[in-house]
């Protein structure tokens, strides 16, 4: 009987966070969180779920170019796409003519992102498995076939490739079982939001401290005098040994970046994230060796691996956060784990928004039992928002992510959260 | 009485180039030159004509991203955009919610490309001049205020940008009467596409020698047999005088890149365009360290200022080919000049396409005249296909671009050209 992708749907769900600032930053300062959900139906009895995530205004062109895929898959047999997800990715990512809206950036490789996640999530229900658990079940060979060396082969050959992940291979099932026992570390950015009071960044930073985790993140770059504020009554709060990280969300120029952490630099702050323009890989070198011993992590905004390995051979970056949505999926992101563990770099995961944090954990649960074999320095960003609206939200317990059970890669939307938050047209946008 | 901006228009134009191989290369190789067309109505009695370029499917994705702009331009004083045509771009580049899609890059950056360019249309019109002589009569101060600097200042800051343009200002009007004598140096790409013939190459190659050109482009990174054949019947053709640029088309990694220009070597090409991925700035400089003498081009695909500025910086290039379209029109342009005139890089614009020949030219008499005040190794790329479906098309007399004297930017389409060419229900589709 025929197995095959029958459709691509995408939708357009918004939530209305705007309302209370949540999510709110130095470059964002009224996001309403959304996702281009996108639906991989088959003429079997799973189904493939995978999004983009955006915060709000022109999600209805991320949901265009999520249909404008619908021709290169529908039709395409799932044995043949499941068994060979490097290709599937290479065919979304290298049509001939929807490459020049890119190439390999913004609008059309999110929707490659969405799309390519739809078929790992499809991938993991098939075979009953979570998607860390997936690839950390496929050998050497199989995680090489994956990636698109084209552009690496100056940073990473597919021989270093493979010895990194024969040298990972041992450990696997114990690393494995530790991860079921004892989860992946977590650090929270609920506290910071730019538009939260002192009273509110005071509470929610004591709270993080008594839930366990160990980091914590404030959004920074909106004001000076503020910043020193809120950082210096974050450290109080917090004690001397939790790490404060901050995030100015690209609001700096390269000298602005360094002047302004010099003032942040009495109350220790661990990682400057986004310090400038997420392009500017020279940029985030020169800051990172003026304000060393603080690091500099970046990724959220980071479009491709050719990005990032950049930033790794321009020594531009001490913490690496991937995202996601942002780059095509699970697919480029192997490669990108890839690259970070032939640099040594940590891998600390963007997450937070709709459903980044379901999807992401999967990566560095994966990175962990399969490429770095470590958690040292290593943390995924936990937003405590919107986990509700999802079939499988993550659980954070002590400060870290419990290692998830379900089949799948964890962006399913409940359907009443779906049919609710469809815009402009579900009930919370038609009452708002 | 008010003088508004009434309207935001975006339609889907495409020519079904891909018939007859025009436009062809290593990644493009069955192109449908395209249009997202943007037009801005006003109160008054004219309009403003600006488009983004793609190459067929997915132009229905860059519609829907020059849409989203809609709400934030209409209703807008005309006035006050025309005479702070620097706070139009930061607008539209810089919506909170729309820049999560970029930023400054893809789709959302070239609908804002469209909409600026359309401003200056409308501007050139209502002034009675050619974009480019606009440009060249405003002041130092006024060209300034029309840049961005919050990601450059670490290599070019405002008071270098003065003085670049203080120093061209006393031969300006020299210069301008020059160009209205003489034109502006152009090369051609016309008997290069991948898709020709030898004897089409051939053929095509002497016709340009002929018509005046000095320099002509092929395009290259398919098969190495065939490269190296092409280049030597070329060169054989136009003789050791003619310079000959060839054009991967982002085909090769960086040692791939290094490699086949070395069979390429023997017979003289003049600079390697799109040698590799756009965005590896470091790539294209180690790529430049090892071909040289022969120069390194790119820039039709380089997505924003930051990453010229990087370019420049990592002394990565010897020719800068800015785009019409591919970053945010005129105003991003206008930076991007500057940038080239401090770093002491010529600019030769990427034009072909859909109206970027028409567009272009204004950019590069504009750099003559005010800038960087040279012609020396500046030369305009020009392709003869499609200006006929323009109002005001480019004219190219041995080898030249002849000055535009039409008041505007040039991207008009005569009226029934869009109407036939709209898709999918204009007749030359209805039909296809």
Same sequence: chains 1, 2.
Avoid at 171 to 185: C, M, N, S
Avoid at 212 to 234: P, S
Avoid at 309 to 336: F, H
Wanted: net charge negative.
């Amino acid at each position: 009987m025929a197995d095959l992708i029958t459709a691509l749907e995408a939708h357009d769900i918004r939530f209305p966070t705007s309302q209370h600032l949540d999510g709110s930053d130095a470059l964002n300062p009224e996001p309403d969180y959304s996702a281009a959900y996108a639906v991989l139906r088959t003429s079997g009895d799973e189904e493939g779920y995978g999004l983009a995530f955006t915060v709000g205004r022109g999600n209805e062109v991320q949901v265009a170019a999520i249909r404008a895929l619908e021709p290169l898959v529908v039709g395409l047999d799932v044995q043949e796409v499941l068994g060979n997800l490097g290709a599937f990715s290479r065919l979304l990512t290298g049509d001939s003519q929807l490459r020049w809206l890119g190439p390999h950036k913004g609008v059309v490789h999110m929707a490659a992102a969405a799309v390519v996640n739809a078929a790992w999530d499809l991938f993991g229900r098939r075979e009953g498995l979570p998607v860390w658990r997936l690839l950390s079940r496929m050998s050497p060979e199989q995680l090489v076939d994956l990636v698109d060396f084209r552009y690496l082969r100056d940073a990473l050959t597919p021989e270093e490739a493979l010895a990194i992940l024969r040298r990972a291979a041992p450990g696997r099932q114990e690393r494995e079982e530790q991860l079921l026992r004892t989860g992946y570390p977590a650090y929270t950015t609920t506290p910071g939001w730019l538009g939260y009071s002192d009273d509110k960044l005071l509470r929610l930073s004591k709270e993080a401290v008594a839930d366990g985790f160990t980091q914590i993140k404030l959004k920074v770059g909106a004001n000076r005098e503020d910043d020193v504020r809120r950082m210096a009554l974050a450290r109080e709060a917090v004690g001397a040994d939790i790490r404060i990280a901050v995030d100015s969300n690209q609001a700096w120029g390269v000298q602005e970046a360094i002047e302004w952490m010099r003032l942040l630099a009495p109350h220790n702050p661990y990682w400057i994230e986004e310090p400038t323009s997420p392009d500017d890989i020279l940029g985030h070198a020169a800051v990172r060796r003026a304000v060393a011993p603080i690091k500099v992590a970046t990724g959220e905004h980071c479009h491709n691996q050719v990005m990032f390995k950049q930033l790794l051979q321009a020594d531009a970056i001490d913490v690496l956060q991937m995202d996601a949505s942002r780059v095509a999926g699970v697919t480029e992101n192997v490669a990108i784990l890839l690259l970070a563990a032939k640099f040594g770099v940590p891998v600390c995961p963007h997450a937070g928004g709709v459903g980044l944090c379901e999807m992401v954990q999967h990566l560095s649960m994966f990175d962990y039992v399969a490429v770095s074999g470590s958690t040292e320095d290593r943390t995924i960003e936990y937003v405590d928002h919107l986990h509700e609206h999802f079939e499988d939200p993550v659980v954070v317990r002590n400060g870290r992510y419990a290692a998830p059970l379900s089949p799948g890669l964890g962006a399913r939307l409940l359907p009443q959260s779906a049919a609710d938050h469809r815009f402009p047209d579900g009930p919370v946008w038609r009452n708002a």
